[in-house]
């Protein structure tokens, strides 16, 4: 390992010896200075990934241009939100922030009429806007924009480059962060980069993984999870024309980035400030669990993906601070929070949480729930989960078997029955849900739907039972509650602030229909808005209700930056948590995640250190020695009166 001395001789020795580009003085001070900080850093990250290539300083020069480049076409606007967060690094632990995902099509259908919908987001409390993939992607399937063509494009369907840069700034305008994709783990085939590798040009063929020998890819699938089994079996694709094979971990048509190359992470890092600075604040690091590749390993996950990344951080810590990661990592719990530090993703989708939200759901059983959370939830107080209920993704049943082991629950047999449950495979489920990515060899399956029709609200209104519809509405009203009040960013995906169904229409479509993943992404019509205004409308619940927990948790701090304690609830079907802040406040969030009554044990109630208790979320006292109960699926939020 370089020491930081040698990193920092380094520094100087590429300085000496490149040219940078026109700055003005303010500028050029403060580049070198956040240069003197992080770059010594990133120095010794480099030389562990690539300190043995002949060609190693040759690429730390590059770096240094593309930095300094991009660092020069940076707007004054965003430098000075630069340094407003630098002067506020945690300000994404605010109990205002809240997310909406959205497809661009589908939510407005273009980016000027997205820029037009602000108010709807506005109406909702939304702070943070994720915006799906909207780059130029191939005709057809392009995995809802995840094989990206070209970085700097977009869609032509969408809009224009001019369209986006406008809608950051009004969005920024507004107060909403923008947060968009940033797909590095592969391109797609008609990325110029693929195209010129296709055409034989070596310097590009290196950009990719490409392998002659079929007994190399045979060694390489061995170990490697397959993600698309439906789609091809192994982790690669054979390309006719050259009679070789290249690295596809998802569809065949996204290549994964060969990053043992220096000249990809310096192109990448190249792609990845452009994106920053059309104005974003937030970008998603897809399937970044994939980035690095070593024989008879699982290829998932390694030491030295966490090096790539946080060399990517150091990057934007120098050009663009204002930016923060966020890691996309579908994995086993404990990598999970591998990805999680200030240095690395400042922000963490929490996908154990949102799993066993739908498990306890099924099982009306917490045990998981509880002692799983209690384990990871707690991260660094730098760092903040976003926490969500859907997204456009599959469900896949991630939890650590050990502790399930210790609780009696045979992991194996349990993601078998949760698959069962929400297929509606199973006897007595409510749920509606779509099989995704059935792998013969593993019996390994994953679940696709909307939050409504999970939640069994489809089932009940096919059934016309207005006592099932209500128990629905309550599932969904229960998990929207711990969505909003544990600590965290909650993330609410397009369509279900409006209850919307399983939309069975991509069947029609060609290109999407062997990817049951649609089910869950429907359009946001003006009828569907309408309805959820309309009185009565179990749209209207749904929505209504929702606004009402968002209201709440906007106007009190307590659900900013506070701790929470995932607490013991010695009654098998209720889940509860506390947040704690510095300043003494404190709520207390009961749920019950069965049809049956539940009585809360006194002691529960003690963290609250007072006698006289307010439920916030009913506007209801309590009396101090009065029992506490909960009915089917009730949620209280409890504060000192
Ligand atoms: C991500 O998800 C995206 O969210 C998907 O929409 C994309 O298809 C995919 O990457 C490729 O770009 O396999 O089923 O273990 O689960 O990164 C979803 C992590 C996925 C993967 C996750 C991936």
């Known amino acids: 390992m370089l020491t930081l001395q040698q990193a920092e001789k380094a520094l100087a020795k590429v300085l000496d010896s490149i040219e940078l580009p026109k700055l003005t ?58 340094e407003r967060r630098l002067k506020s690094p945690a300000w994404y632990r605010d109990e205002k922030m809240l997310g909406m995902a959205v497809y661009v099509d589908l939510f407005a259908g273009d980016l000027k009429k997205l820029k037009a919908n602000i108010p709807y987001l506005k109406s909702m409390g939304i702070t943070y806007l994720h915006l799906m993939p909207l780059y130029k992607a191939p005709e057809g399937d392009s995995d809802g924009g995840y094989a990206v063509s070209d970085y700097r494009l977009v869609d032509p369907k969408l809009g224009s480059e001019k369209d986006l840069v406008a809608l950051a700034d009004a969005l920024s305008a507004e107060g909403i962060s923008l947060v968009l994709d940033f797909v590095f783990n592969h391109t797609s085939d008609e990325h110029r980069w693929a195209e010129a590798a296709k055409a034989g040009d070596p310097e590009f063929k290196e950009f990719y993984y490409f392998f002659e020998d079929k007994q190399e890819v045979d060694d390489y699938n061995q170990t490697c999870r397959e993600i698309f089994p439906t789609v091809r079996r192994g982790s690669f694709t054979f390309l006719e024309p050259q009679q070789e094979w290249v690295w596809t971990t998802f569809n065949s048509f996204q290549w994964d980035l060969n990053y043992a190359n220096p000249a990809v992470f310096n192109a990448i890092t190249d792609e990845m400030l452009f994106l920053a600075n059309i104005g974003c604040e937030g970008l998603r690091l897809d399937a970044l669990a994939f980035i690095w590749k070593e024989k008879w390993t699982q290829c998932e996950s390694l030491p030295k993906a966490h090096t790539l990344i946080q060399a990517f951080n150091s990057c934007l810590q120098i050009v663009a601070p204002a930016v923060l990661f966020k890691s996309e990592a579908i994995v086993h719990p404990d990598e999970v929070a591998q990805y999680i530090g200030k240095d690395e993703c400042q922000l963490s989708y929490n996908p154990l949480m949102m799993a066993l939200m739908w498990e306890s759901l099924a099982t009306r059983e917490t045990k998981l729930l509880t002692a799983s959370l209690k384990k990871s939830f707690e991260i660094s107080p730098d760092c903040s989960w976003v926490n969500y209920i859907r997204c456009h993704d599959d469900i896949g049943w991630t939890f650590d ?50 939050l409504a029709s999970l939640a069994g609200l489809e089932r009940a209104l096919e059934q016309d039972d207005n006592q099932l519809i209500e128990l629905a509405l309550k599932r969904i009203r229960l998990l929207n509650s711990i969505n909003l009040s544990i600590g965290g960013i909650p993330l609410i995906y397009q369509g279900d602030e409006l209850g919307i169904l399983n939309d069975h229409s991509y069947l029609e479509d060609s290109s999407k229909a062997d990817d049951a993943r649609w089910v869950n992404r429907p359009a946001i019509t003006d009828d569907a808005i309408a309805r959820a205004q309309l009185p009565g409308s179990f749209e209207a619940s749904v929505n209504q209700s929702l606004k009402a927990m968002i209201k709440l948790r906007q106007n009190n701090e307590v659900f900013g930056a506070s701790r929470t304690e995932i607490l013991e609830t010695y009654n098998p079907h209720l889940f509860a948590y506390a947040r ?62």
């Not at 510095?582 to 007072?610: H, K, R, W």
């Open 401 to 450: 078997d050990a502790i399930a082991e210790q609780l009696d629950i045979n992991g194996f047999d349990h993601r078998r029955f949760l698959n069962q449950f929400y297929t509606g495979r199973f006897d007595g489920s409510f749920a509606e849900g779509v099989p995704f990515q059935e792998n013969p060899t593993t019996g390994d399956c994953r679940v696709c739907g909307s």
């Open 580 to 641: 704690l802040n510095d300043n003494g406040q404190t709520m207390l969030a009961i749920c019950n995640f069965s049809e049956q009554e539940q009585q809360v044990p006194f002691s529960i109630t003690d963290i609250l250190a007072t006698a006289s208790v307010l439920d916030i979320l009913n506007h209801s006292p309590l009396q101090p020695t009065e029992q506490i109960t909960l009915g089917a699926y009730d949620v209280k939020w409890l504060v000192p009166a």
């Open 25 to 82: 003085k303010k500028d050029e001070q403060a580049f070198l200075k956040r240069l003197g900080e992080h770059f010594p850093a990133l120095v010794i990250k480099l030389h562990q990934l690539y300190g043995e290539r002949y060609d190693f300083f040759f690429h730390l020069q590059q770096l240094v241009v593309v930095l300094a480049k991009a660092f020069a076409a940076r707007k004054r606007k965003w430098k000075n939100l630069d």
